[in-house]
């Protein structure tokens, strides 16, 4: 029995080494692609046209992307389900172009309306609005932005990485970092107090 177990075992894993090998260089492509895309997409909107982009800037484990009409900040946060990745455009004047989630593991049919809830026109529209004029928060907590229904959760930790996404581009990523880190630990606490349970 162990024998076969171990033979087993062994065949599983050779299949899912390879398995992995042949994929790994198509999957780190198509990213490549999303990422690309995504760029376009938050600094030039719907509007077509090229973008120069220069070579990506780590700062704090944030990345920026400097481009001839805009500058574009990757973050990634803690959401209700796990990591939420966010790719943020900023103009000259830190005004939000736009924005797209990279990747997300929250509640689907809630969580992941962020990826339309908070765009031009939408219930929390945050484009165009500067977070260094005024953070953006949720109306739950003192702000003036609407919650996604029923993600509360979720609508902090994505306004929480939008407004890092904008200390990193101002040059003050300490600032972004703390930010982040006192965010992390609001939703912690009300997630685990359950106080705010609905995400």
């Known amino acids: 029995m162990v024998l076969v177990l171990t ?4 065949i ?5 080494a390879y398995i992995n090998k042949v ?3 198509p999957i780190a ?6 990422l690309q895309a995504g760029i ?17 800037i780590e700062v704090d484990g944030y990345t920026l992307y ?3 009409k805009g500058t574009a900040v990757k973050v990634v946060t803690n959401g209700f389900g796990g ?14 172009l736009g924005y797209t989630i990279l990747a997300t593991v929250e509640t689907p049919g809630l969580g992941v309306k962020a990826a339309t809830w908070f765009q031009k026109g939408e219930k929390g529209d945050i484009i165009g609005r500067n977070p260094g004029e ?12 609407d919650a996604i229904t029923a993600s509360t959760i979720t609508s902090r930790a994505f306004l929480n990485a939008v407004n890092a996404a904008y200390q990193v581009y101002k040059g003050n990523a300490g600032d972004a970092t703390s930010g982040a880190s006192k965010q992390a630990e609001k939703v912690r606490w009300a997630d685990e107090s359950g106080n705010d349970s609905i995400h």
Request: glycine share 12%; charged share 35%; aromatic share 4%.
């Open 29 to 34: 492509r198509i990213k490549a692609e999303n």
């Open 83 to 96: 990591p939420l990745e966010v790719l943020v455009g900023f103009n000259e004047d830190g005004d939000v």
């Open 23 to 25: 994929t790994q260089e």
């Open 134 to 145: 005024k953070e953006l928060v949720v109306n739950k907590d003192g702000g003036d932005i």
């Open 40 to 56: 376009k997409k938050v600094i030039l909107g719907e509007l077509t046209g090229d973008l120069n982009v220069e070579e990506p």
């Open 7 to 10: 033979v087993i075992s062994f």
């Open 12 to 16: 599983a894993g050779g299949a899912l």
């Open 66 to 68: 400097k481009t001839d």
